[in-house]
T-cell receptor, first 111, second 114 residues
């Protein structure tokens, strides 16, 4: 069966450290993968998209890798801040009209 | 620029009641989606509309109907609400690009069916 698994339900780290979130998938062959941020009581907000032929993409303190052999994406936040505390969702395209989402990882950055 | 606006924000229904969730986008996108989000299960697609006048079932369509009223508006209707439909509902509008689609979500509608 098809699955998208995000490494853990919750991740706690100290301010200034690098947060690493994992997204693993099975039985998909996505053309691209996305990461979203969701704050409590709000809708998800798009952060980054990485295509299957891209190994790595960066945006400010964010870095995403995509390994189609391992069927895994890693999402890194460097120099983390308390304001980075949120739930992070990975999503990949099932078909052109259907993005499938993982359940999310709740990140807490402690001062 | 409001993006995606959905109403109501909160609603409590009794089992068997009906209601419609309204959604509008001002980004001139062709595609609009309705998702539901449940704890531990992620976002699941209920219905989508690839363009004005068309609608299609997503992953979990049972118990729902949709209407794409025009390019801006896409509504979700629960004809006879059930407790299993207690969830957070998100409307979304999709920016389609050659490299991939980007999803813009509304702020969510919290629905409780008692």
């Amino acid at each position: 069966s098809q699955k998208i698994e995000q490494n853990s339900e919750a991740l706690n780290i100290q301010e200034g450290k690098t947060a690493t979130l994992t997204c693993n998938y099975t039985n998909y062959s996505p053309a691209y993968l996305q990461w979203y941020r969701q704050d409590p009581g709000r809708g998800p907000v798009f952060l980054l998209l990485i295509r299957e032929n891209e190994k790595e993409k960066r945006k400010e303190r964010l870095k995403v890798t995509f390994d189609t052999t391992l069927k895994q994406s890693l999402f890194h936040i460097t120099a983390s801040q308390p304001a980075d505390s949120a739930t992070y969702l990975c999503a990949l395209d099932e078909t052109n009209n259907d993005m499938r989402f993982g359940a999310g990882t709740r990140l807490t950055v402690k001062p | 620029n409001a993006g995606v606006t959905q109403t109501p924000k909160f609603q409590v229904l009794k089992t068997g009641q009906s209601m419609t969730l309204q959604c509008a986008q001002d980004m001139n996108h062709n595609s609009m989606y309705w998702y539901r989000q449940d704890p531990g299960m992620g976002l699941r697609l209920i219905y989508y509309s690839a363009s004005e006048g068309t609608t299609d079932k997503g992953e979990v369509p049972n118990g729902y109907n949709v209407s794409r009223l025009n390019k801006r508006e896409f509504s979700l209707r629960l004809e006879s609400a059930a407790p299993s439909q207690t969830s957070v509902y998100f409307c979304a509008s999709i920016a389609q690009g050659a490299g991939g689609n980007t999803i813009y979500f509304g702020e969510g509608s919290w629905l409780t069916v008692v």
